[in-house]
């Protein structure tokens, strides 16, 4: 059963960073992309950014680029989002999520973790 472990999150100042982790386990994920989400009160939940695990390739959302960065640490089986530059509508709950690579919706979830980001 794969299990999905989000921790990094907090109250920061706008202008600072957080970097998350997602910590996987109970599969191999060589043919998976890892993206991590984020859902603010009232909003859909947004794609913010994926890394295919096999060779670290990143995308992003228009909306974080430039300002997070995705990477992923094999032997740890973790992936992080460095976020900097963090804005007051950041905040949200942020989560991670895997999908296998010829599959285009995300399978298995993260609980989530809460990023604030005071004014």
């Known amino acids: 059963q794969v299990q999905l472990v989000e921790s990094g999150g907090g109250l920061v100042q706008a202008g600072g960073s957080l970097r998350l982790a997602c910590a996987a386990s109970?599969?191999?994920?060589?043919?998976?992309?890892m993206g991590w989400f984020r859902q603010a009160p009232g909003k859909e939940r947004e794609l913010l950014a994926a890394i295919r695990w096999s060779d670290g390739l990143p995308c992003y959302a228009a909306s974080v680029k430039g300002r997070f960065t995705i990477s992923r640490d094999n032997a740890k089986n973790t992936v992080y989002l460095q976020m900097d530059s963090l804005k007051p509508e950041d905040t949200a709950v942020y989560s991670c999520a895997v999908r296998q690579n010829n599959i285009y919706k995300y399978q298995y979830w993260g609980q989530g973790t809460q990023v604030t980001v005071s004014s």
């Open positions: 109970g599969g191999t994920f060589t043919d998976y992309t």
